[in-house]
């Protein structure tokens, strides 16, 4: 079941907003059905190998009550205000990663790691609005938005807020029980007119550093044969590798320290058919 964000916004309102996301070419939603899939791995790594091909990308983190894309990028600071375009309103900074990838995440604005946030769905819907419509993101070629897991408030109101064309790329892992989520994820999608680009199937084997050799350890293809299923694109395959979550601990970047292993071309390959399904010839 869905609902309308809270309050009504008057045509100016509405307007202005639009006007403020216009310079965004592309704007894609990581959705998950369930934690624990690796979702913001994979969200990080996106926008990483797409500013590394030189364009300009945006990350948006709005799983407010774990929000981890500061530490898995190993960015921090506080995002300062500056004048909006017409001197009247105030837009909020974001935090560079690099000259090409500006973050925006609730952990910005936290005191610190263990701070809670407990709030209602109007309050997450007020935040989420002002982190997409009041923020100054300039002129993207992508905006990537890390959603919590589910279809509940939040990917819902970044849905409705993004307005048209807005895309999704789903994770799951190979399980019968994350599957089954991502049906309704795919169904949430297709609900809220977001087109889906494709699904990634996350820790898909491990592949042993030292002999190649290949163990399914949760089991493999299941992504896959869901994808055709439900008729919606495969993007690829992931496989495990303790060095991802090393480099997430350690706020580094995956990609450029281990770009020669199995994962990292699997990264770039999915990459690859994101770029492809949003930008067709």
């Excluded at 791995?41 to 709005?62: E, F, K, P």
């Excluded at 309050?123 to 992508?142: A, C, H, N, P, R």
């Excluded at 309704?184 to 030292?210: A, D, I």
Aim: aromatic share 4%; charged share 20%.
């Amino acid at each position: 079941m869905t609902s309308p964000g809270p309050g009504k916004q008057t045509a100016a309102e509405q307007e202005a907003g639009r006007q403020r996301i216009a310079g965004i070419k592309h704007r894609i939603l990581v959705l998950s059905g369930k934690g624990g899939v690796g979702k913001s791995s994979v969200a990080a790594n996106l926008v990483l190998a797409l500013a590394a091909q030189g364009r300009r990308v945006g990350l948006l983190d709005v799983d407010v009550h774990g929000p981890s894309i500061p530490r898995i990028l190993g960015v921090d600071g506080f995002p300062a205000e500056l004048a909006g375009p017409d001197r009247a309103s105030a837009l909020l900074q974001t935090i560079p990663v690099t000259d090409r990838l500006r973050v925006m995440s609730l952990g910005f604005l936290l005191e610190n790691r263990d701070t809670a946030v407990i709030w209602r769905g109007p309050m997450k819907y007020s935040v989420i609005k002002q982190f997409i419509e009041d923020v100054d993101w300039g002129e993207l070629d992508y905006l990537v938005v890390d959603s919590p897991p589910g279809t509940g408030d939040e990917p819902l109101s970044v849905a409705q807020l993004l307005g048209t064309p807005a895309h999704a790329v789903v994770v799951t892992t190979p399980q019968e029980l994350s599957l089954a989520d991502v049906r309704r994820c795919v169904t949430f999608c297709r609900k809220v007119q977001v087109s889906l680009l494709g699904l990634v199937e996350n820790m898909s084997g491990f592949v042993c550093p030292h002999c190649g050799g290949k163990t399914d350890i949760f089991k493999s293809g299941g992504g896959r044969k869901l994808a055709a299923e439900m008729n919606v694109p495969f993007l690829g395959s992931i496989p495990l590798d303790p060095r991802l979550v090393e480099a997430a601990d350690a706020g580094t970047a995956y990609l450029e320290r281990f770009p020669d292993t199995e994962t990292a071309r699997a990264f770039q390959h999915i990459v690859k058919a994101v770029v492809t399904a949003a930008e067709p010839e």
